[in-house]
């Protein structure tokens, strides 16, 4: 079993509809919790991160997580066609310091429709 | 004003050839990292370096070697080139404490033909 399993798509919604996406994980050391966009030949950008279990909201993006069922959800609203990007989840365990070397989901390619 | 930048952005080498990918970063930032994202966009961590230790993925062929000659650069040197190594190769940075926020730079596309 991959650390961290993501369906890869590709989705595709109409302008305005509400995305979810999704991750599970397998290892229990993990307490930091990404989600990054990545457009077409560019770097990812980080979107959101949550420590433990929890939700967080930011604009049209709620990122949620719930360590006892080893699941992470990234909710977009009113979705937009420059929303249109490879989404993918990362995570890593907590170190205390030092560097943190994240484990990415393979990334899911959502498309929204105008 | 760039963040992180990689320098070549593209480059296509010969199998067996010897190659650097360079880095910096202008965040301030004392961690860097090398990833990289195969053919099927899976983005997989190589290195972590700051100025304490060098943590290095144990799949990672040793033909691989980071090079840091100062907090701000962390290059990447590629020896023997073996057509598996094309993939988009990834420099990021982030700051002691907060190594969830990493900053990534734009790629490296390295094709070996």
């Known amino acids: 079993q991959k650390e961290v399993e993501q369906d890869p798509g590709p989705l595709s919604v109409p302008e305005g509809a509400i995305v979810s996406l999704n991750c599970t994980y397998s290892n229990s050391a993990f307490q930091y919790f990404m989600w990054y966009r990545q457009y077409s030949r560019k770097g990812p950008e980080l979107l959101m991160y949550?420590?433990?279990?929890g939700n967080k909201e930011d604009g049209r993006f709620t990122a949620q997580v719930d360590k006892s069922s080893k699941y992470i959800s990234l909710f977009i609203r009113d979705s937009q066609p420059s929303d249109s990007a490879t989404y993918l989840c990362?995570?890593?365990?907590?170190?205390?310091?030092?560097?943190?070397?994240?484990?990415f989901g393979k990334g899911t390619k959502l498309s929204v429709i105008p | 004003d760039t963040a992180v930048s990689q320098t070549p952005k593209y480059l296509v080498t010969q199998m067996g050839n010897d190659k650097s990918i360079k880095c910096e970063q202008n965040?301030?930032?004392?961690?860097m990292y090398w990833y990289k994202q195969d053919s099927k966009k899976f983005l997989k961590i190589m290195f972590s370096y700051n100025n304490k230790e060098l943590i290095i993925n144990e799949t990672v062929p040793n033909r691989f070697s980071p090079k840091s000659p100062d907090k701000a650069h962390l290059n990447l040197h590629i020896n023997s080139l073996e057509l598996g190594d094309s993939a988009v190769y990834f420099c990021a940075s982030s700051q002691e404490g907060t190594g969830m926020q990493a900053f990534f730079g734009q790629g490296t596309r390295l094709t070996v033909v």
């Open positions: 965040l301030g930032h004392d961690t």
């Open positions: 949550t420590y433990s279990s």
């Open positions: 990362a995570m890593t365990p907590y170190s205390g310091a030092g560097s943190y070397q994240l484990t």
